[in-house]
């Protein structure tokens, strides 16, 4: 079946610094990757879409100076966490979605993203 | 627009007892429909999905759900619980034909399984 890895799986940083989380489809294209963000026992926000090759579309609230999500191949996402606070701590969870008529997104193991 | 309702945010069952994880969709075109598990400090597992074709639907692990589209619903039953399937579960729905494979989850609900 459809791989999606991410990098790192949990990272602790400092307030003010920032932070890239990789997402990655191993063994197919994927066209568009989404990102979410779990809070603690709840369920996942979309936080963005993004098409390979194309700018990020970010859902209402989420400030795209801060989230910034870079789609520059058709296996590699990234969302970099900019000048991080301790209310950006949560649970950041990728998918990809290929060319699939079933427009199935797999999903990545997560990161755990602790700020100081 | 499109949006799903899991009834009971928490499930508590006896280990070989019926589960039954409770789904309403709303949605303005034919749906897509997934059941996804997530266990703790985890990412998302699909259970299965309901595209077309047969409204019952088998997946991982013994579950299966029925897409029942006078109801707007879609179930999630396991005949016999197993201390394994403690975990969160999620109800998905994608609407295809206008947001393509954007998905829109319930709340979850989490199960518990007693000894």
């Known amino acids: 079946g459809a791989v999606v890895s991410q990098h790192p799986s949990r990272v602790i940083c400092k307030s003010g610094t920032s932070v890239k989380i990789e997402c990655r489809s191993l063994d197919f294209q994927a066209t568009t990757m989404f990102w979410y963000r779990q809070f603690p026992k709840k369920s996942l926000m979309l936080m963005a879409t993004?098409?390979?090759?194309?700018?990020?579309?970010?859902e209402q609230g989420v400030e795209k100076d801060k989230f910034l999500i870079n789609h520059a191949s058709l296996t590699l996402s990234t969302l970099t966490v900019t000048s991080a606070h301790p209310e950006d701590s949560s649970f950041y969870i990728c998918s990809a979605s290929g060319t699939s008529a079933t427009y199935e997104q797999y999903f990545g193991p997560g990161t755990r993203l602790t700020v100081t | 627009a499109q949006s799903v309702t899991q009834l009971g945010s928490h499930v508590s069952v006896s280990e070989g007892a019926l589960v039954l994880l409770r789904c309403n969709y709303s949605s303005s075109v034919p749906p897509y429909l997934f059941w996804y598990v997530q266990y703790p400090n985890q990412g998302l597992q699909l259970l299965l999905k309901y595209t077309t074709g047969a409204t019952l639907v088998k997946g991982i692990n013994g579950f299966e759900a029925e897409f029942k589209k006078s109801e707007t619903s879609f179930h999630l039953t396991k005949p016999s619980a197993h201390m394994s399937d403690a975990a969160e579960y999620f109800c998905?729905?994608?609407?295809?034909?206008?947001?393509?494979?954007?998905?829109?989850f319930g709340e979850g609900t989490q199960l518990t399984v007693n000894p």
């Open positions: 998905a729905v994608s609407e295809r034909e206008t947001s393509g494979s954007r998905l829109t």
């Open positions: 993004s098409n390979e090759g194309s700018k990020a579309t970010y």
